[in-house]
């Protein structure tokens, strides 16, 4: 078994789901006592948020590279970046290391094709929606990518920084949440990426009228792949 390196503590609830879901995948495919070979590089997500709302991007790219080395030194045979918005620098973390990071947008992007749609809703923090560096991966991948409005984008995010990642689930949130997919599934979206690692944990495939592609766990299981690959 192959060693699994991740990038966590962005936050550590959803950095906990890749524990859990990666060691259970294990288990299923190997059985018995098995579970993952893993390592896990863990930020104070209070500094990480910080360097994202003040725009000090060049910092947080340093700050995963040298995670990322960390990993490396340490034994991981690839790079898990437990995080959508922290793939903005997957670019240079990849170029950082001799290991393969496994990104988060190609593990959906094949699920999303193996279900047959093409056109496809994105929700996640204001970073992954607005900017370029998760769409474009996934257009690269032939998908068409669509955003909720401003106001809807605006909550959405405030959710998942003032809630998910403190852990609280509140079911108007989870309402909210549903408003903004039933719109987008108005708007001929016919499925919708879950693309913050934190909101897997308020919203499940029966809140949505169409599919969910929940990151984190098809993230964790392409980890899994990775490890028992030959």
């Known amino acids: 078994m192959k060693t699994i390196g991740l990038i966590g503590g962005l ?11 990666i060691n259970e995948g294990v288990k299923a495919r190997l059985g018995g006592l098995h579970s993952a070979d893993c390592l896990m590089y863990s930020f104070d997500f209070a500094e990480i948020e910080h360097l994202q709302t003040t725009d000090a991007w ?6 995963m590279v040298e995670a990322a080395r960390h990993l490396e030194r340490g034994g991981a045979a690839c790079i898990v970046i437990c ?10 973390v990849q170029a950082a290391v001799d290991l393969p990071l ?8 094949q699920a999303i094709h193996s279900a047959g749609l093409n056109t496809i809703g994105l929700l996640g ?3 992954t929606m607005e900017q370029d560096f998760y769409k474009s991966r996934l257009v690269k991948h032939g998908l068409n990518v669509s955003i909720p409005d401003q106001e809807q984008r605006q909550s959405v995010n405030r959710i998942i920084y003032d809630e998910l990642v403190l852990g ?12 903004v997919i039933g719109d987008m599934a108005a708007d001929s979206v016919q499925g ?3 693309g913050c690692t934190e909101i897997g944990l308020l919203i499940k495939p029966e809140d949505s009228a169409i599919p969910t592609f ?13 490890a028992l690959s030959e």
């Open 214 to 226: 929940d990151t984190t766990a098809l993230h964790a299981a392409a980890a899994v792949d990775f």
């Open 102 to 109: 496994i990104h988060i947008a190609d593990s959906t992007a």
């Open 11 to 21: 936050s550590w609830e959803s950095s906990a789901e890749y524990y859990r879901l």
């Open 192 to 194: 919708v990426i879950l």
């Open 125 to 127: 923090t204001i970073y």
């Open 168 to 179: 609280v689930i509140k079911p108007e949130s989870r309402t909210i949440y549903q408003s």
């Open 58 to 63: 060049d910092e947080a790219t340093a700050r």
């Open 83 to 92: 995080s959508n918005t922290m793939h903005r620098m997957a670019d240079d």
